[in-house]
């Protein structure tokens, strides 16, 4: 299996501030085939299913502001959150898709200093 | 745009069984391989099953020879037979393929 492990567990920024979370795949996500990163990344709020922010480790779902934006390759992966903002309160996730064992990271719990 | 529904969620008694569908549109289901993950109360995300496009199964270590992972490709439906449940399979269970996900389906166990 495919482990995925996030730094922090948890994160306190004040607003207007950058966010960064930090995601390491056991091994490459990288596709020889396609040139690209078999990683997304999700944001869920309590009683509420992950939200698809990030695929292919840098494209942005279709309505997600732009504050967010996703970097890396290979095994090591970042999750940036330009400047926060009280609505970005939230658990984020990353996750594996190069293979069908769907690995998740711990999750990263995000909160207002 | 891809669509998946989960449903057969319920409570059940340690032991009990269910059946979850998840039905999926918006894609070919039949080309793609498809997965189950789990979130337990105010737990991270599980990997618990997937299946390839040809069948091919993958379990967790978990819920091997509890939980079967299977598909109807006409009728665009993923499903998960889960037996001799346990309280710890608790949580709410998403269907899904690559970083598509649906709303999920809450299992409780619980006497």
């Known amino acids: 299996d495919i482990v995925m492990t996030q730094s922090p567990d948890s994160l306190a920024v004040s607003l207007g501030e950058r966010a960064t979370i930090n995601c390491k795949s056991s091994q490459s996500l990288l596709s020889s085939s396609n040139n690209k990163n078999f990683l997304a990344w999700y944001q869920q709020k309590p009683g509420q299913p992950p939200k698809l922010l990030i695929s292919w480790a840098s494209s942005r779902e279709s309505g997600v502001p732009d504050r967010f934006s996703g970097s890396g390759s290979g095994t090591d992966f970042t999750l940036t959150i330009s400047s926060l903002q009280a609505e970005d309160v939230a658990v984020y996730y990353c996750?594996?898709?190069?293979?069908?064992?769907?690995?998740f990271g711990q999750g990263t719990k995000l909160e207002i200093k | 745009e891809v669509h998946l529904l989960e449903s057969g969620g319920a409570l059940v008694q340690p032991g009990g069984s269910l059946r979850l569908s998840c039905a999926a549109s918006?894609?070919?289901?039949?080309?793609?391989?498809m997965g189950w993950v789990r979130q337990a109360p105010a737990k991270g995300l599980e990997w618990v099953s997937s299946?390839?496009?040809?069948?091919?199964?993958y379990y967790a270590d978990s819920v091997k020879g509890r939980f079967t992972i299977s598909r109807d490709n006409p009728k665009n439906t993923l499903y998960l037979q889960i037996n001799s449940l346990r309280a710890e399979d608790t949580a709410v269970y998403y269907c899904?393929?690559?970083?598509?996900w649906g709303q999920g389906t809450l299992v409780t166990v619980s006497s």
């Open positions: 299946i390839t496009d040809t069948f091919t199964t």
């Open positions: 996750q594996q898709y190069y293979n069908i064992l769907y690995t």
């Open positions: 918006g894609f070919t289901f039949s080309s793609h391989s």
């Open positions: 899904g393929m690559s970083f598509y």
